[in-house]
């Protein structure tokens, strides 16, 4: 297993202003991934952090608004860009070893834009 | 593209009752398919999986049944505990374990 650890847990954040959220594993991983969880809506998949390489992002999300870094096979971050109240909902950082195993998720950040 | 529809909460329950969350999936090709739960506070956790058809996967007392014929993945269990309130999220996979597409969740409510 995994223990992650992500920061900070939960935010109010202004309009227009941007917020880094931090992903810590206390292992090496191979795969690392960030969801949004809106209100009353499903985990969904924003992007693939690669390690050394730009993240590859899903459909609907974008790097100038999602801009994910991951520099070692430990850690990641994700930035939200120039909040809007939209933004408001749960980041997961979400981490597996192997294909074929589970994957592993951190507490979540609940960010409230206002 | 792929997706998940499970039962809307929240679902409120008596200890000792018998549980049932339907969760019904939409996808291409062969998915493995994931209960996860998320206890208050924590993050989510695997509860159990289940890779083909007719699978069978279970964990601390719930089952749920790899259901290709009705591509369903209902999540079961006899007897609830107070211990069992969470919210309960259904999910599959089509390429690899950790990326996933997730239904919204149903919280589950049991009282003593």
């Known amino acids: 297993s995994a223990v992650i650890s992500q920061k900070p847990s939960r935010d109010i954040c202004q309009r227009g202003t941007s917020l880094t959220i931090q992903c810590q594993v206390d292992s090496q991983v191979t795969m690392m991934f960030w969801y949004r969880q809106q209100p009353g809506q499903s985990l969904t998949l924003i992007a693939t952090a690669n390690q050394g390489s730009e993240a590859t992002y899903e459909s609907g999300f974008v790097i100038d608004k999602f801009p994910i870094s991951r520099p070692n096979l430990t850690f990641s971050t994700l930035t939200v860009s120039n909040m809007s109240p939209e933004d408001s909902s749960i980041y997961l950082c979400?981490?597996?070893?192997?294909?074929?195993?589970?994957?592993?998720f951190g507490q979540g950040t609940r960010l409230t834009v206002v | 593209g792929d997706s998940v529809t499970q039962m809307e909460g929240p679902v409120t329950l008596s200890e000792e009752a018998c549980l049932t969350i339907?969760?019904?999936?939409?996808?291409?090709?062969?998915?493995?398919l994931f209960w996860y739960v998320q206890y208050p506070g924590e993050g989510l956790q695997l509860l159990l999986k289940a890779t083909k058809a007719d699978d069978k996967g279970s964990n601390k007392g719930f089952e749920a049944t790899y259901r290709k014929e009705t591509t369903s993945f209902h999540l079961e269990k006899g007897s609830v505990q107070v211990s069992d309130s969470a919210v309960y999220f259904c999910?599959?996979?089509?390429?690899?374990?950790?990326?996933?597409?997730f239904g919204t969740g149903t919280r589950l409510l049991v009282s003593p």
């Open positions: 999910a599959l996979s089509s390429g690899g374990f950790q990326k996933l597409v």
């Open positions: 339907n969760c019904t999936y939409t996808a291409t090709g062969y998915p493995s």
């Open positions: 979400s981490v597996g070893t192997d294909r074929n195993t589970e994957a592993f």
